[in-house]
């Protein structure tokens, strides 16, 4: 948009961003950020204001950046769609998505990467940006690919949805020796993993202990420790960039890093799920908090939590991977593994902060923490590792990607709420004490919560240093 064309103003706002916390005005010209100021104003007489947004009251960060979803298009659109799953993402507060390989046919080649680029460009509500994914044949295609045309590359260091395992010694010491780019790993370990699935199935297959309680004891902590310590020990050796998806046990841990992110060439990821659930809800959730690697004890999960305050976890991201409710219905060994989490992963982790347990003051203090730490953990550092251009911060010139919630209110989970195409979350019945109020994608809004999702797109594709 020009400078003769009108603006929208955001004011009296409280801004998070960069580590800081003020009451300012934030105006769009267009699709870009034109102007940050404390206090209530910022337009000129060169640039009318045509919509004024009153947000006091309200929380104003940038748009989330997901780098770890499964839309499931092409292929497997009976479980999810870039239409459905960007309009979830939106809903939650997410802006951007970088979408995984493993759909049919598997995203492994640049031609099928621009086939997915094109479903995108043609259905999405939020910027979209997209993995090609790693296989035992396909390295020489990976290093010679153009690194600013695709997000990362995604390593499966373990079998999960489909069947992407890469376990041939001298393909991965290619790939970390020469690889440009930012390698994404899933890594548990396949013997492991195997080994323990046969015994399991020997002993309880059929049998009333056949339940999604076995999932943790098949991919086991010791699985996940071994394949990290082996990705870390190659990155290590080749100096690769390295980050490890989905971290879910205390142990791991201990390989980590805690120094500041520009210093790391080894990061790391954990999912709102593995925070919030933890070994004890496979009783009363089963399948639906299947997901791989599994959801393990509580010893883990409040260690993954002190993790983020420690400095040895450096992105959130929801590793958002719906099925039908019908194949998570079936019997343990049967039921995929993965769980819808996209629209809600935002409210989760701000729920710590939100949910009345604190008189004002202790409120206040924890806010001053809280916010700008989620906010570098799911919209900063996601940026800074995926070299994602012109988003991530409230920045002058920067892409008007934005959210702005509303704090201290209740905000139910109903199936009816959700804009999955599958139809479920485990997180249904909770109530969380904030919600998304506003989402705006490239300066024009993608969501409202008087409204619902705006079926006007104005999405783009991401673009990388």
């Known amino acids: 948009m020009s400078s003769k064309q009108s603006l929208i103003e955001i004011k009296n706002a409280t801004i998070v961003n960069e580590g800081q916390i003020f009451t300012g005005t934030v105006c769009i010209d267009g699709d870009r950020i034109a102007k940050i100021s404390s206090g209530e104003s910022t337009s000129d007489t060169s640039s009318p204001v045509s919509h004024t947004i009153d947000a006091e009251g309200l929380i104003l960060i940038p748009g989330v950046i997901d780098t770890h979803v499964h839309f499931r298009e092409p292929g497997l659109t009976e479980k999810a769609d870039m239409a459905t799953e960007s309009a979830a993402a939106v809903a939650g507060g997410v802006t951007s998505f970088v979408d995984m390989p493993n759909t049919k046919p598997q995203t492994t080649t640049t031609q099928l990467l621009e086939e997915k680029v094109a479903l995108a460009a043609a259905k999405s509500h939020a910027n979209y940006g997209f993995m090609l994914g790693a296989t035992n044949n396909n390295i020489d295609q990976l290093l010679e690919a153009d690194p600013s045309s695709y997000a990362a590359i995604k390593l499966f260091l373990g079998s999960s949805t489909g069947d992407m395992l890469v376990n041939n010694p001298q393909a991965l010491d290619k790939l970390f020796s020469q690889s440009k780019k930012l390698i994404v790993a899933h890594c548990e370990e396949e013997d492991i993993v195997q080994a323990n699935l046969r015994n399991f199935k020997m002993e309880c297959a059929g049998t009333d202990r056949e339940t999604a309680a076995l999932h943790p004891q098949i991919r086991t902590t010791e699985a996940c420790y071994v394949s990290t310590y082996k990705a870390i ?233």
Not at 282 to 291: F, S, W
Not at 350 to 371: G, I, K, M
Request: proline content about 5%.
């Open 233 to 465: 020990e190659r990155a290590r050796r080749y100096k690769t960039r390295l980050h490890i998806a989905h971290i879910s046990t205390a142990t791991e841990l201990d390989l980590l890093s805690n120094m500041p992110l520009e210093q790391k060439h080894v990061t790391a990821e954990v999912t709102p799920n593995h925070l919030w659930f933890d070994d004890r809800d496979y009783a009363e959730l089963g399948n639906r908090i299947k997901c791989n690697p599994a959801i393990k004890r509580n010893e883990d999960r409040l260690a993954l939590w002190a993790a983020l305050y420690d400095g040895l976890i450096d992105t959130i991201a929801t590793d958002h991977a719906p099925h039908t409710l019908e194949s998570k219905q079936q019997r343990y060994f049967d039921a995929p593994g993965g769980i819808p989490s996209i629209q809600h992963s935002l409210t989760m982790m701000l729920e710590p902060l939100f949910n009345n347990s604190y008189n004002a003051d202790e409120q206040r203090e924890f806010r001053d923490t809280w916010l700008p730490l989620i906010v570098r953990l799911m919209c900063h550092n996601p940026a800074l590792l995926f070299g994602i251009r012109d988003r991530g911060f409230i920045r002058e010139g920067y892409k008007a990607d934005l959210t702005l919630l509303k704090p201290n209110v209740s905000n139910t989970v109903t199936r009816e709420s959700l804009y999955y195409k599958c139809g479920w979350s485990p997180l249904e019945g909770q109530t969380f004490h904030s919600r998304v109020e506003m989402t705006f994608v490239n300066g024009r809004p993608a969501f409202t919560h008087t409204d619902g999702v705006n079926q006007q797109r104005h999405s783009e594709r991401l673009e990388y240093n």
